[in-house]
C-alpha cells in the first residue's frame, strides 16, 4: 500500500536535547510538509520541500531543521532553541503535478512530549 | 494573502441529526477547495473536494459545493453517526503557480452522543 510513515509515534525529550522525527513517503511525490498541530490551532506549517534537496521554511521554522537527500525521506529536527516543543507533528507530502487534483496525504503523527 | 475561516466548535449534536459545518473563504483566482478529517490520535485524511465553481464534492454521505459567489464550502450530512465525531478542517490549494502551499482554517470539532 502506498502511503506515508512516521515514526515514533511518541517521542520524548529531554532538557536540551535534539530529536529527530522520521517521515518516509512511497507515493512518488515530490513535495513534503511538516506541520505542528497544538490543540485549538489548526495546523502551522514548519517547513515544506518541493524537491530533493531544496526546501523552505514555513511560519514556525525557528528551532527547527530539516533535510530532503531522498525524495521519500523529509525528516524533521526538534532542536534545543525550540523551546515549546510539545505538540503533535504531522508529516504530508503531494505532488505537484498540475494535472492532478492537489490532494495532501498526510502521516499518522508523532506526539513529542518534554521530560 | 490566502485564508479560511471556519465555525467554531465543538459542535455537539445527537446521532442521525443533521450536520453544517460553515467554511468561508479568501482567496485570489479560483484555488481547489478541500474539506479533510481527523480522527482522534490520527493524521488528516481527505474526505471530499471540488476543483472549481458549482462542484459538488461527496464521499461517506457527506456533501459541500463550491459556491464562488458567497465564497463558501460549507459541509453537510443529512444523518450523523457516533463514528462521525471527529475535526474536520477545510481548506484550498491553488491549481496553478508556483507555491503549493494550502491554506487550512483552524477546524472544528464535531462530536456525537448516541
Known amino acids: 500500500d502506498g502511503g506515508i510513515t512516521q515514526s515514533p509515534k511518541y517521542l520524548f525529550r529531554k532538557e536540551g536535547q535534539n530529536v529527530t522525527l522520521s517521515c518516509e513517503q512511497n507515493l512518488n511525490h515530490d513535495a513534503m510538509y511538516w506541520y505542528r498541530q497544538d490543540p485549538g490551532q489548526g495546523l502551522r506549517l514548519i517547513y515544506y520541500s518541493q524537491i530533493v534537496n531544496d526546501f523552505q521554511k514555513g511560519d514556525i521554522a525557528e528551532g527547527y531543521s530539516v533535510s530532503r537527500e531522498k525524495k521519500e525521506s523529509f525528516p524533521l529536527t526538534v532542536t534545543s532553541a525550540q523551546k515549546n516543543p510539545t505538540a503533535f507533528y504531522l508529516c504530508a507530502s503531494s505532488s505537484t503535478d498540475r494535472t492532478i487534483q492537489e490532494t495532501q496525504y498526510f502521516g499518522p503523527g508523532t506526539r513529542l512530549l518534554v521530560l | ?114
Open chain 2, 1 to 114: 494573502g490566502d485564508s479560511v475561516t471556519q465555525m467554531e466548535g465543538p459542535v455537539t449534536l445527537s446521532e442521525e441529526a443533521f450536520l453544517t459545518i460553515n467554511c468561508t473563504y479568501t482567496a485570489t483566482g479560483y484555488p481547489s477547495l478541500f474539506w479533510y478529517v481527523q480522527y482522534p490520535g490520527e493524521g488528516l485524511q481527505l474526505l471530499l473536494k471540488a476543483t472549481k465553481a458549482d462542484d459538488k464534492g461527496s464521499n461517506k454521505g457527506f456533501e459541500a459545493t463550491y459556491r464562488k459567489e458567497t465564497t463558501s464550502f460549507h459541509l453537510e450530512k443529512g444523518s450523523v453517526q457516533v463514528s462521525d465525531s471527529a475535526v474536520y478542517f477545510c481548506a484550498l490549494r491553488h491549481a496553478s503557480g508556483g507555491s503549493y502551499i494550502p491554506t487550512f482554517g483552524r477546524g472544528t470539532s464535531l462530536i456525537v452522543h448516541p
